[in-house]
């Protein structure tokens, strides 16, 4: 195989680190099978890895490793990779780069580690399920915590405190930003690898699953000069992508667009985004202070924590600028009580508050393997319901006649889970008069949530089931996302 070209095509799928690392040379692209020199082609765990980085088949091919090595400078065009770099390729660098290139390549937003007497077992969140990826040996164990958080800059001595770290994985033309957390166990050191791809494309406010007639009223309050616009929901439940979204929408070149996050998860253009860095004393408040001076239009609080951030951020919407923030609570009317109990006035609140989402993400059926199946009676009627009360941008794709829908089942598509991606199920309460009124007095977030439903507002589970109904979702997905009490 002396006299060959690889292809610009092959090479441009495959990382560059991953192919220095593996000596891995592509050569050729076609149709959707990519051929790859090797020195070993029977090494399973380097196919397995390009097959994972590439989302393509695989076709491995011999090749001497000098070979491979020469060529692969000609094609990546570079003069030479430090040998340093290689000379470490111990058995644990090795798994490191393998569990890190998985990871990225299957969307993970995290990687477990957790030591048992067995080995390390590895599982990655995939659409916010933890599924397993291997087990790493007992043996092979100490040494690839080690290599973690070596890189993650933590101390490798010390195997007893919790510890963070971060470091970049190289993937395609940038880095994933890699946050590492260390908990010693009483069978060792548990890892868990929160990835952040801050470079990923901008998520699009009009793509993630917002009901037309809630989408709409949203960016009616979104892009308002002020307000103060709160998206609520637990821990991975997208509030977050929610508010990059609406960031990314609002004209940053005329207005003073800053964000204060814990971490940043992503990069938006044209927004002073600052991290918060306790250690280093740039806390919520603080950073949040100083942008107040800097003459600000939009300002995004990552998270609302605590009283102090809380109060500042609803003076900052009361001065005339417009706050997005996210808090933990169950449901919009019950945002209300969480503002209170971190020390909100009421009066201050009620004055502030435009807009409050709550949210959940449900994972999407797979299309190729989804069956039909009929609805339970009981919950036919509350299509039947559904159908004659809900307003019909809410109701998208609801059939009228079928008395059938999705389950789940499972195909190679999508790696027999029934399910591909996710979407996001939401509720709007916008804050009339009325409701205003009510937050002022002091009203239970029952009574709020009846006032606000006199102007649109419908809980979270009406969005949830028309997607059900509609076959985006199935109800067992539902009913693990949604709390579901059966009967209104
Ligand atoms: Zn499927």
């Known amino acids: 195989m002396a006299n060959f070209a690889a292809n610009p095509e092959a090479v441009a799928r495959v990382p560059r680190a991953l192919a220095f690392r593996y000596d891995a040379l592509p050569l050729n692209l076609a149709g959707g099978v990519l051929s790859v020199a090797l020195a070993d082609p029977n090494d399973a765990a380097v196919v397995d890895a390009l097959r994972a980085a590439t989302r393509l088949r695989v076709r491995p091919l011999p090749m001497a490793r000098e070979a491979i090595r020469e060529n692969l400078h000609v094609a990546y065009g570079e003069s030479a990779v430090p040998d340093a770099d290689r000379s470490g390729d111990a058995p644990a660098v090795r798994a490191v780069d393998l569990v890190f290139a998985r990871a990225v390549a299957a969307h993970a937003s995290d990687v477990h580690i957790e030591p048992s007497s067995g080995g390390g077992r590895v599982r990655l969140r995939v659409d916010g399920i933890l599924r397993e990826l291997e087990t790493i040996p007992a043996g092979l164990l100490p040494s690839f915590v080690s290599r973690v958080k070596l890189l993650a800059g933590m101390d490798i001595a010390d195997r007893r405190a919790p510890q963070d770290g971060r470091c970049g994985i190289p993937f395609e033309q940038r880095e994933i930003d890699a946050r590492v957390a260390s908990v010693p166990t009483i069978d060792g050191e548990k890892l868990v690898i929160r990835l952040l791809d801050q470079y990923a494309s901008t998520p699009d406010l009009g793509t993630l699953g917002m009901p037309p007639a809630i989408l709409e009223r949203y960016r009616a309050a979104a892009h308002a000069p002020w307000g103060f616009v709160v998206v609520t929901g637990p821990t991975g439940s997208g509030k977050t992508t929610t508010l990059y979204a609406s960031l990314a929408e609002l004209d940053a070149r005329s207005r003073n667009v800053c964000s204060v996050e814990d971490p940043v998860e992503m990069r938006l253009r044209g927004v002073s985004q600052v991290q918060v860095n306790a250690r280093a004393g740039l806390t919520f408040p603080l950073v949040l202070r100083a942008f107040m001076r800097q003459d600000p239009?939009?300002?995004?609080?990552?998270?609302?924590?605590?009283?102090?951030?809380?109060?500042?951020?609803?003076?900052?919407?009361?001065?005339?600028?417009?706050?997005?923030?996210?808090?933990?609570?169950?449901?919009?009317?019950?945002?209300?009580?969480?503002?209170?109990?971190?020390?909100?006035?009421?009066?201050?609140?009620?004055?502030?508050?435009?807009?409050?989402?709550?949210?959940?993400?449900?994972?999407?059926?797979?299309?190729?393997?989804?069956?039909?199946?009929?609805?339970?009676?009981?919950?036919?009627?509350?299509?039947?319901?559904?159908?004659?009360?809900?307003?019909?941008?809410?109701?998208?794709?609801?059939?009228?006649?079928?008395?059938?829908?999705?389950?789940a089942a499972g195909c190679r598509a999508c790696a027999a889970s029934g399910y591909i991606g996710r979407t996001g199920v939401y509720e709007l309460m916008e804050v009339d008069d009325a409701t205003r009124d009510a937050i002022a007095t002091g009203a239970s977030s029952v009574q709020i949530a009846q006032i606000a439903a006199r102007c649109g507002y419908r809980p979270m589970r009406d969005d949830a089931l028309a997607k059900v109904f509609a076959g985006v979702t199935s109800f067992d997905e539902l009913t693990r996302v949604v709390s579901w009490n059966g009967a209104r």
């Not at 933990?328 to 209170?340: G, K, Q, S």
């Not at 109990?341 to 508050?353: C, K, P, T, Y």
């Open 297 to 407: 239009n939009v300002v995004m609080v990552g998270e609302m924590r605590d009283g102090e951030t809380a109060s500042v951020a609803v003076s900052a919407a009361l001065a005339g600028q417009i706050v997005f923030t996210t808090l933990h609570a169950n449901d919009a009317p019950r945002t209300i009580d969480r503002l209170v109990e971190l020390g909100v006035a009421r009066h201050s609140l009620a004055a502030a508050l435009t807009a409050v989402v709550a949210q959940r993400l449900v994972r999407t059926l797979c299309e190729q393997c989804r069956v039909r199946e009929a609805i339970p009676a009981h919950l036919r009627d509350e299509k039947r319901r559904m159908r004659e009360t809900m307003p019909a941008q809410f109701l998208g794709t609801l059939s009228a006649s079928e008395d059938s829908w999705y389950v």
